[in-house]
Nanobody, 129 residues
Framework: QVQLVESGGGSVQAGGSLTLSCVAS????????MGWFRQAPGKEREGVAA?????????FYATSVKGRFTISRDNTKNTLYLQMDSLKPEDTAMYSC?????????????????????WGQGTQVTVSS
């Protein structure tokens, strides 16, 4: 059973940075796709970034965050990261980690929530102007 626990959210001013972490238990030795999604009040959940968990695996980004956010994974720690720089008020949302085993991540399907079997509870990110 895969369990995902996010941390690192908080409040920051526009232009600031945050790093989100997602610790994946029960994922050891498995390859697959892991991603970050976000949901703002009144909006649908949207894919932010995803990565294929093998060393050097491909990564994908939403257009709105490309060049500002970086997804990475430390397989020795079973931890997924999302480095968020140059944050904007429109980045305010609940950010959740998602995972699927045995799937290499593909575009555009990495953005679809139904492709992921495992989800964390989320961590809130608030960006003030």
């Amino acid at each position: 059973q895969v369990q995902l626990v996010e941390s690192g959210g908080g409040s920051v001013q526009a232009g600031g940075s945050l790093t989100l972490s997602c610790v994946a238990s029960g994922y050891t030795g498995s390859s697959g796709c892991m991603g970050w999604f976000r949901q703002a009040p009144g909006k649908e959940r949207e894919g932010v970034a995803a990565i294929y968990t093998i060393p050097g695996g491909v990564s994908f980004y939403a257009t709105s965050v490309k060049g500002r956010f970086t997804i990475s994974r430390d397989n020795t720690k079973n931890t997924l990261y999302l480095q968020m720089d140059s944050l904007k008020p429109e980045d305010t949302a609940m950010y959740s980690c998602a995972a699927q085993v045995g799937w290499a991540c593909q575009s555009p399907s990495w953005t679809k929530t139904e492709m992921y079997a495992y989800w964390g509870q989320g961590t809130q990110v608030t960006v003030s102007s």
